[in-house]
């Protein structure tokens, strides 16, 4: 069964630093994506990506955040410089074109901003 | 807005027991999907239900769109432990707009 992979599975770090969360997403899906789930909270959309392009961003998603596929394979979620409220988990999910059929999610990284 | 509410928020079963949960909104979607998410890990799709009315069966959990595609929901038959978890549903739709809309989950305990 493809899998969508994220590293890492835990990430502590101190406010103001900068963090890079990595997914390497199911190699014939079109579609990626990152959510982020506060303890607790409901699952949220932060991003979509299509095309080498953002396709859409929710209001979390503002200019400390971008998105990066720097190679054929890896798809990455850049916080400049971190709050403690971005303490979440974070899931990256990936799609073939159809994505209304359902998503694949990762493991999800854990980020704890001290 | 879109919203989706699920029901209960918790439960906590004997095995064996029958459960409904549910999955309401005012909007219409192109599609439910169905998760399931264990502590510390990603969502899991189990099932997609996509015209209204649908019905989908998955060994002891069936799954229903309502005919207005606003609402579903998972009954599960016989609950064992290994149902234990948090089942979430989102809601899809086309178009410009690709990012699922999610509810809280249902936590379920089934103790043996």
């Known amino acids: 069964e493809p899998e969508v992979t994220q590293t890492p599975s835990h990430q502590v770090t101190q406010m103001g630093q900068e963090v890079i969360l990595r997914c390497v997403p199911i190699?014939?899906?079109?579609?990626f994506y990152w959510y982020r789930q506060i303890l607790g909270q409901k699952v949220e959309f932060l991003v979509s990506f299509y095309n080498n392009e953002i396709s859409e961003k929710s209001e979390i998603f503002d200019d400390q955040f971008s998105v990066e596929r720097p190679d054929g394979s890896n798809f990455t979620l850049k916080i400049r410089s971190t709050k403690l409220e971005d303490s979440a988990m974070y899931f990256c999910?990936?799609?073939?074109?159809?994505?209304?059929?359902?998503?694949?999610f990762g493991s999800g990284t854990r980020l704890t901003v001290v | 807005t879109q919203l989706l509410e699920q029901s209960p928020q918790f439960l906590s079963i004997q095995e064996g027991e029958n459960l409904t949960v549910y999955c309401n909104s005012s909007s219409v979607f192109s599609s439910l999907q169905w998760y399931r998410q264990e502590p510390g890990e990603g969502p899991v799709l189990l099932v997609t239900?996509?015209?209204g009315g649908e019905v989908k069966k998955l060994k002891r959990l069936t799954f229903q769109f309502g005919d207005a595609r606003k609402d579903s929901s998972l009954h599960i038959t016989a609950a064992q432990p290994g149902d234990t978890g948090l089942y979430l549903c989102?809601?899809?739709?086309?178009?410009?707009?690709?990012?699922?809309?999610w509810g809280l989950g249902t936590s379920l305990a089934v103790n043996p």
């Open positions: 989102a809601g899809f739709n086309a178009g410009n707009n690709r990012k699922l809309i």
């Open positions: 999910a990936s799609t073939p074109s159809v994505s209304r059929y359902g998503y694949t």
């Open positions: 190699s014939n899906h079109l579609y």
């Open positions: 239900v996509v015209t």
